[in-house]
């Protein structure tokens, strides 16, 4: 992996943008992220799985988390690093928080020019050629590796992505062997089956186990984590080499391989709608812990959505490929969700406190 080159990140981009396209067109058609229309006439919403009834009682102790970040050395990635770190460090410590420990996982093979600022641990990409293309796949593989060498004082592990911006301090959402989860509504084991149960065999149970949610953001035991990521990494690649269910997973092909993975090893999590939001879809930060900004924010100066076209305002973080933004964005124009805003103003928070922050 090494260096990644400007041509290479395109392709991913774009790769994104695709696998991304049909569930914003969704969103942008029926005006919600809550909930989809399939041509049935069925609905999709995300679904909610009850906190264990022991676990409605549970005493007020400390259960602190260590944050896991995978990375590559790309200058896209590590902006993106480096202001997740930031306000890591900003509501590490505030009322509320059982945030532990970081690390940045990356998966270059190599060390980068942020060591110093970051706690890193560098693992090894996987060979050449294994990933097809398809760099998440070193995801599974590097937790693999860390979870073997790493000495992890938390009982905790928080699995996190560059674009995660904490917006509040995060107290730790899982309950024993319930890990926490954010449900994605285009996760969906159900209308997969078929594809579903070359992975999942009917002997361990109904389809249903499978639980509609990705790696990330996970809250995670870590014994449960360091049984499942073999088996995750494992199903990736196997989901990877069989054509039909890389065309049907695409860019999401990683987060049903987590999602099976754990129901394989008989775990099911918690699944929690206020763990994430993410612009422009999502309005408001109230109640809510983690900011994705996976999507792009496009709008007029009337404050109205232009999804799918450049608007007179925007910020997407794929404007920023070679190098990180500048500092002291623009804010949105006015009638632009309270999310958005937010989002802007704590990028230029921590662009304007992180020092040297134009290097790539």
């Keep these: 992996m090494g260096r990644t080159s400007p041509l290479l990140i395109f392709f991913l981009v774009l790769g994104s943008s695709f696998a991304t396209y049909n569930v914003v067109t969704m969103i942008i058609r029926y005006g919600s992220s809550e909930g989809v229309a399939f041509s049935d006439g069925s ?23 260590h944050v896991a970040l995978t990375a590559t050395d790309a200058p896209y990635n590590k902006w993106q690093c480096r202001i997740m770190y930031y306000w890591y460090k900003k509501q590490k410590n505030l009322p509320g928080s059982e945030m532990g420990g970081f690390t940045r996982i990356l998966h270059s093979g190599k060390p980068d020019n942020l060591m110093d600022e970051i706690p890193t641990v560098v693992v090894d990409p996987l060979p050449a050629g294994m990933d097809r293309g ?18 992890i004082e938390e009982d905790y592990v928080l699995m996190a992505e560059p674009d995660h911006v904490f917006v509040r ?3 730790n959402l899982a309950y024993g062997g319930h890990p926490a989860a954010f449900p994605f509504f285009y996760i969906t084991p159900e209308k997969n089956e078929k594809i579903i149960r070359k992975f999942f065999p009917e002997e361990h149970g109904p389809v249903t186990n499978v639980d509609p949610i ?12 360091e049984k499942i990521a073999p088996t995750w990494m494992n199903i990736s690649l196997k989901m990877k080499e ?4 890389d065309k049907a997973f695409g860019w999401v092909l990683e987060m049903y391989a987590y999602a099976v993975a754990s129901a394989l090893h008989g775990v099911r999590h918690i699944l929690r ?16 812990f983690i900011i994705h900004y996976t999507y792009g924010c496009d709008y007029n100066m009337k404050g109205e959505l232009t999804y799918g076209k450049i608007g007179e305002w925007r910020f997407d973080k794929r404007s920023h490929l070679r190098g990180p933004p500048p500092r002291n964005l623009p804010l949105p124009p006015p009638g632009v969700p309270e999310s958005v805003v937010t989002l802007v103003k704590m990028v230029n928070e921590a662009s304007a406190n992180i020092p040297n922050w134009d290097t790539p």
């Design 169 to 171: 301090p995060l107290p």
């Design 214 to 225: 990705g790696n990330s953001p996970v809250i995670i035991r870590k014994d449960l984590i």
């Design 242 to 245: 069989d054509p039909e269910t």
């Design 43 to 65: 609905m999709l919403f995300d679904p909610i799985i009850e906190m264990p009834a022991h676990a409605k009682n549970r005493k007020v102790s400390k259960a602190p988390f």
């Design 134 to 151: 398809y760099i998440v796949l070193n995801r599974p593989w590097a937790f693999v590796q860390w979870l073997e060498k790493a000495t």
């Design 273 to 288: 709608k206020d763990f994430m939001l993410q612009p422009p879809w999502d309005l408001s930060t109230e109640n809510k």
